[in-house]
């Protein structure tokens, strides 16, 4: 396993993180536990170390969630979402990391600068989008491809959900089992690829006791905080999450 203390340091906040996220506070925030281990270690040594303690927190999502789900959009977005899971199996290795970073950072910041934008034209009161078979399709894919790749199928995923304002427990629940669904998947084609080595999978081990705590610390605070608190929360880190992947992007490109 890796003994480095630096490491652990970096992945023990990045492991809350990221559980937090899975137990409902500030979902898109999820996204920057890999350039936080990254730090450290690869990116993609990152994401197998990860995959594991994100099985973990699915089994803790899904049991506090357990019955709150939106079953239309899931039955949209997961067809969708296996296609992009096959996709980044196949061709994610050829394509530059930092490219699916930028490209990501800038399509959440879009958006988010449009939720602004629409807010204050129409405060908080502007109208609930109804789930849409075109749109959940290409974003749920979206996410299914950058989820293989960095874990990082949460901002797609937001694009979609957020605007349809759905109470937060169903939001979350949706999240829930979307994501378990696509984490179980990944398992698949990390194992084909070699990620599953014994350095990994012995790290994943010391790291597992945060898992459950960070999801039900951020499932604590979902149940303390408004619907549109939670729902500004998702926006704001989205906009960081995108901020940040901006960041380290054109950072690694312009350094090489």
């Known amino acids: 396993m890796i003994t480095d203390p630096y490491f652990y340091l970096c992945a023990i906040p990045a492991v809350l993180i990221f559980g937090m996220a899975k137990g409902g506070f500030g979902g898109a925030i999820a996204v920057v536990s890999v350039p936080i281990m990254a730090l450290v270690i690869s990116p993609v040594q990152a994401a197998a170390i990860l995959l594991p303690l ?56 879009a958006f988010c600068l449009n939720y602004v934008i629409t807010t204050i034209k129409h405060g908080n ?14 974003w749920a894919a979206i996410s299914g491809f950058t989820s293989f790749g960095i874990h990082a199928g949460g901002p797609p995923a937001n694009i979609y959900l957020l605007p349809q304002k759905l109470e937060k427990t169903l939001l979350m629940g949706t999240f829930a089992v979307f994501f378990a669904a696509v984490n179980a998947l990944k398992v698949i084609p990390y194992a084909w690829l070699g990620q599953f080595d014994h350095t990994n999978l012995m790290t994943s081990l010391i790291l597992l006791p945060a898992a459950p705590v960070g999801v039900r610390l951020g499932y604590f605070l979902l149940h303390r905080v408004s619907q549109l608190l939670i729902y500004r929360i998702c926006y704001f880190f989205l906009a960081i999450a995108s901020i940040k992947l901006l960041h380290d992007g054109f950072s690694n490109i312009l350094s090489n």
């Open 54 to 109: 994100l099985l973990v927190m699915d089994a803790v999502a899904l049991w506090s969630f357990r019955g709150q789900w939106h079953s239309q959009n899931l039955r949209i977005m997961l067809p969708a979402a296996v296609a992009g899971i096959i996709a980044g199996a196949l061709f994610f290795r050829y394509l530059s990391e930092d490219a699916v970073r930028i490209l990501i950072g800038l399509m959440s910041l």
């Open 125 to 138: 009161d502007s109208p609930a989008q109804a789930p849409n078979r075109l749109k959940g399709s290409f």
